[in-house]
T-cell receptor
Framework: AQSVTQLGSHVSVSEGALVLLRCNYS??????LFWYVQYPNQGLQLLLKYTTGATLVKGINGFEAEFKKSETSFHLTKPSAHMSDAAEYFC???????????FGKGTKLTVNP | DTAVSQTPKYLVTQMGNDKSIKCEQNLGHDTMYWYKQDSKKFLKIMFSYNNKELIINETVPNRFSPKSPDKAHLNLHINSLELGDSAVYFCASSQGYKGPNEQFFGPGTRLTVL
């Protein structure tokens, strides 16, 4: 079975600081990997996804993530946090050929002025 | 021009009642989903339909019954509501259901069972 582990249910950064949200997956085959963002009282929005090819994936709002097969990781980063980045972030995985999107437990990002 | 819409946004009801949540997508997608997000924000898939055919049916009490009258709609009916059903329910849609297809989420329906 595949699963997704997000280290840190809460991350707090200062405005302008680096954002690093961690995600590790367990899968017997390379999966498809996603990061979704959920702003307060809203649905989820796709930030970026990894399918195949280039391991550094750029997404919306200045976010990027790097797929590292050797570490089974897909950490999300942003060089400089903005107040508007405060939200819940979910890492998710689909194993190739599967229909199911499996989510991690989420990381709440707080950005301090 | 909302892509995935759900009604109602909030639903407060008593235990034992029956309620429905409606979902519509105008993206032309062929696959729709229902997810449940609990109080700890954990998201789990409940059901998925592709071209009106059920393709995912997770371990969900049979009090929950999805219905897809057409590709653009997926409704969720819940019988004999229990306290534990309180959650936010999200509808989503995608084009195709295998592989890295982006799922587009609705705004959610917050169900509170008293």
């Amino acid at each position: 079975a595949q699963s997704v582990t997000q280290l840190g249910s809460h991350v707090s950064v200062s405005e302008g600081a680096l954002v690093l949200l961690r995600c590790n997956y367990s899968s017997s085959v390379p999966p498809y990997l996603f990061w979704y963002v959920q702003y307060p009282n809203q649905g989820l929005q796709l930030l970026l996804k990894y399918t195949t090819g280039a391991t550094l994936v750029k997404g919306i709002n200045g976010f990027e993530a790097e797929f590292k097969k050797s570490e089974t990781s897909f950490h999300l980063t942003k060089p400089s946090a903005h107040m508007s980045d405060a939200a819940e972030y979910f890492c998710a995985v689909i194993k190739g050929g599967s229909e199911k999107l499996v989510f991690g437990k989420g990381t709440k990002l707080t950005v301090n002025p | 021009d909302t892509a995935v819409s759900q009604t109602p946004k909030y639903l407060v009801t008593q235990m034992g009642n029956d309620k429905s949540i409606k979902c519509e997508q105008n993206l032309g997608h062929d696959t729709m989903y229902w997810y449940k997000q609990d109080s700890k924000k954990f998201l789990k898939i409940m059901f998925s339909y592709n071209n009106k055919e059920l393709i995912i049916n997770e371990t969900v009490p049979n009090r929950f019954s999805p219905k897809s009258p057409d590709k653009a709609h997926l409704n969720l009916h819940i019988n004999s509501l229990e306290l534990g059903d309180s959650a936010v329910y999200f509808c989503a849609s995608s084009q195709g259901y295998k592989g890295p297809n982006e799922q587009f989420f609705g705004p959610g329906t917050r169900l509170t069972v008293l």
